[in-house]
């Protein structure tokens, strides 16, 4: 059986200090790891994916993670924080099994 | 731009009614999804479909159905509708190879 574990519901941090989302995976295979991002009032779109090439994953708008086996992590990471990223965040797993796996979402807030 | 497609966005109806949501995608993908998303975040996966005339059930159990005529339509349908039916809808397709999810911007359904 495979999961996802995002650590922390709810996530504050000051406007230009580091976001980090933590999430750890469990999965009998390898698997491709992504995290998504939802605004208000829409659906989720795609930050970025780890598909077994780089460990160290860039996404859109400054947010990377980073795939450690050793550690089944796949923390998300920000060095600076701007009020737009105030979003909910998805950590989710796939494997060739065909359907994919969600956390249950992590709540950022940015404060001014 | 949005290669996936959800209407209504927002729909409030009587308990009892009959309502369709309706989603469509130009992207070719085989694989379609339904996810139910309260306002705790978490995203069940409650229909699924690998390709035309394919349908299954997903995680939770949902008393909606869907149909998969063709590749690019996959619309929920809820016969009567009730207050329990009070959600956010949103639907995904992907690609075959890593998983990757594409989301349309969701159908939020009030029942009274």
């Known amino acids: 059986a495979q999961s996802v574990t995002q650590l922390g519901s709810h996530v504050s941090v000051s406007e230009g200090a580091l976001v980090l989302l933590r999430c750890n995976y469990s999965?009998?295979?390898?698997?491709?790891l992504f995290w998504y991002v939802q605004y208000p009032n829409q659906g989720l779109q795609l930050l970025l994916k780890?598909?077994?090439?780089?460990?160290l994953v860039k996404g859109i708008n400054g947010f990377e993670a980073e795939f450690k086996k050793s550690e089944t992590s796949f923390h998300l990471t920000k060095p600076s924080a701007h009020m737009s990223d105030a979003a909910e965040y998805f950590c989710?797993?796939?494997?060739?099994?065909?359907?994919?796996?969600f956390g249950d979402g992590t709540t950022l807030t940015v404060k001014p | 731009e949005a290669d996936i497609y959800q209407t209504p966005r927002y729909l409030v109806i009587g308990t009892g009614k009959k309502i369709t949501l309706e989603c469509s995608q130009t992207?070719?993908?085989?694989?379609m999804y339904w996810y139910q998303q309260d306002p705790g975040m978490e995203l069940h996966l409650i229909h699924y479909?690998?390709?035309?005339?394919?349908?299954e059930k997903g995680d939770l159990s949902s008393e909606s159905t869907v149909s998969r005529i063709r590749t690019e339509h996959f619309p929920l349908t809820l016969e009567s509708a009730r207050p329990s039916h009070t959600s956010q809808y949103l639907c995904?397709?992907?690609?075959?190879?890593?998983?990757?999810?594409?989301f349309g911007e969701g159908s939020r359904l009030t029942v009274l």
């Open positions: 995904a397709s992907s690609d075959r190879v890593v998983g990757e999810l594409f």
């Open positions: 780890y598909t077994s090439a780089a460990t």
């Open positions: 999965s009998s295979v390898p698997p491709y």
């Open positions: 479909s690998y390709g035309v005339n394919s349908t």
């Open positions: 989710a797993l796939y494997t060739n099994a065909g359907k994919s796996t």
């Open positions: 992207m070719g993908h085989d694989k």
